[in-house]
């Protein structure tokens, strides 16, 4: 019994401890939230934007908040970013990494080395080898398109918006990364992207450890399917060239079949989790903003087709596109959300562009959030919340890459990507498979919003923070082949 009461003393004073921490005069302020230990995590959780950009304006551009027992320096001051972007040394980027890892796909590699898994990346998503990716993945969307809307059929289909993007380009990217494993039981995509995006849906919940019991069963029953979808019974010659050499890093590292299986599921969300809800947004911006879908379509009709190969026209990825380009880039400004994090491995000095030096604890996290500074800054750019096509465009229709903030020309004036040495490695990729399905799209397809009036959907807010934000709902659309257009 006395023990008992020693321990839970000896708990009491220890908790007391941790949160009574006080902040010394060269730290960040400080702003631990009136919860023990929780401190700020509700609002954070909830809608990070809204959270970060309330604390912006109580304590500046850099402060340290107290998260679910952590503590969490923002940074918010994108001409101060390459400070902790350029510190590997002291800012890691792979522990939280895999703290992550472990919540939402119950993966611990053996003998886990990113760097040899990006170098793997890099191989296979540039240069010649993203020249094959790109026109496999293309033959996949023309496939997956014509079977979604054979040209004898005149009656038109009604889906979500969101749900038509996410689904043709999951699955048009699976098959094009994953298509070649033989899996055990032959499975279908529509079954692949219907038990992902359930696995989606409860993601951010994973990630913070906030499932409710019911949402545990759902998501472990999710990944359990998921895993039996993607494990493979050997390597077929077509799987891709990419996800051969993947598998073969991870068996020489001693990860077992289990093990392998859950790294697939690991690679199907990084590589599918964000292409499509970006395709969506920009098709919704364009579908509820006339002039940019008559300056797009102007374009893409000028531009000359691929026509020397046995399948349907395709885009050439060299053709300037210099209006989609600033579609696209408006998009991901407004929609692309990452938290960049980092985890302080010893103390140091973190030197702002203004010259004043703040000192950071060894064990915090140091996290950037793009999103709330350079993406949405009225200071960068006029009207933040409004859609402009044509914002990333010079008066004579170059692109413009020029932007200020406080009179200081910008390196970094909007991070979709990432930056540093954790950029996205798929960015071509993703890039090209965008364009190539919005262009598709509009060609060949005629599509209407069901309630023109309606506007866009609202954001779900409590995906800030996890890459591509997706809606609340759907936008509803109707589409049908395009008459007169037999290139599908
Ligand atoms: C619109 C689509 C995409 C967006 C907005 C996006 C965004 C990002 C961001 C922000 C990061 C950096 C994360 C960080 O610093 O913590 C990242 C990393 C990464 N992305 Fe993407 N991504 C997209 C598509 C893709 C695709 C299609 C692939 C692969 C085919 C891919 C592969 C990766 C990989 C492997 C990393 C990790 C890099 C590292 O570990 O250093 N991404 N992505």
């Not at 300056?295 to 060299?318: G, H, I, K, Y």
Request: proline share 6%.
């Amino acid at each position: 019994m006395i023990w008992t009461v020693l321990l839970l003393v000896n708990g009491i004073l220890f908790f007391l401890l941790l949160s009574s921490r006080s902040r010394s005069k060269r730290e960040p302020p400080l702003d631990k939230g009136f919860i023990p230990w929780l401190g700020h995590a509700l609002d954070f959780g909830k809608d990070a934007a809204k959270f970060l950009t309330r604390m912006k304006k109580k304590h500046g551009d850099i402060f340290t908040v107290r998260v679910a027992g952590h503590y969490v320096t923002v940074l918010l001051d994108p001409n101060s970013y390459d400070a902790v972007l350029q510190d590997s040394g002291s800012l890691d980027f792979s522990r939280y990494a895999q703290v992550l890892m472990d919540r939402i796909f119950k993966l611990r590699l053996p003998n886990h080395n990113p760097t040899v898994e990006k170098a793997i990346m890099k191989q296979h998503f540039q240069g010649k080898s993203l020249t094959y990716l790109n026109s496999t993945m293309q033959r996949n969307l023309q496939a997956l398109l014509t079977s979604e809307t054979p040209p004898n059929q005149k009656d038109w289909k009604r889906n979500g918006l969101f749900n038509f993007c996410y689904g043709l380009l999951f699955r048009a990217g699976y098959l094009t990364l994953f298509g070649g494993e033989q899996n055990n039981n032959g499975a279908d995509t529509k079954q692949i992207y219907k038990e992902y995006r359930t696995f989606d849906d409860l993601l951010t919940k994973m990630a913070r450890t906030t499932l409710n019991s019911g949402e545990k069963r759902v998501a472990g029953g999710a990944r359990e399917r998921l895993w039996e979808l993607l494990s493979p019974t050997g390597l077929s010659e077509s799987s891709s060239p990419w996800l051969r050499h993947y598998r073969q890093h991870l068996r020489e590292g001693g990860a077992d079949t289990d093990t392998q299986t859950k790294a697939m599921l690991l690679q199907l969300w990084a590589t599918q989790g964000n292409v499509g809800p970006a395709a969506f947004w920009l098709l919704a911006f364009l579908l509820t903003t006339p002039e940019a879908m008559k300056a797009v379509r102007r374009e893409f009709n000028r531009l000359s087709l691929n026509t020397d190969t046995t399948q349907a026209p395709t885009l050439d990825p060299r053709q300037p596109t210099p209006v989609f380009d600033s579609v696209l880039e408006e998009t991901l400004r407004l929609t692309a959300a990452p938290f960049i994090t980092r985890e302080v491995l010893q103390n140091k000095t973190l030197r702002m562009a203004n010259g004043q030096e703040y000192d950071l604890r060894q064990g915090d996290r140091v996290c950037l959030f793009p999103f709330v500074s350079p993406q949405m800054d009225p200071d960068i750019y006029l009207e933040p919340e409004t859609f402009k096509y044509d914002r990333f465009l010079n008066g004579d229709g170059t692109p413009k890459r020029v932007f200020y903030k406080g009179g200081q020309r910008l390196k970094y004036y909007t991070m979709p990507w990432g930056a540093g040495s954790n950029a996205c490695v798929g960015k071509p990729f993703a890039i090209d498979a965008i364009r190539q399905f919005v262009h598709l799209v509009l060609t060949h397809l005629e599509v209407e919003l069901c309630e023109p009036e309606s506007g866009l959907p609202a954001v779900n807010t409590s995906r800030h923070g996890f890459g591509m934000l997706q809606p609340e709902g759907d936008l509803f659309i109707r589409y049908r082949h395009s008459i007169g257009n037999n290139i599908l």
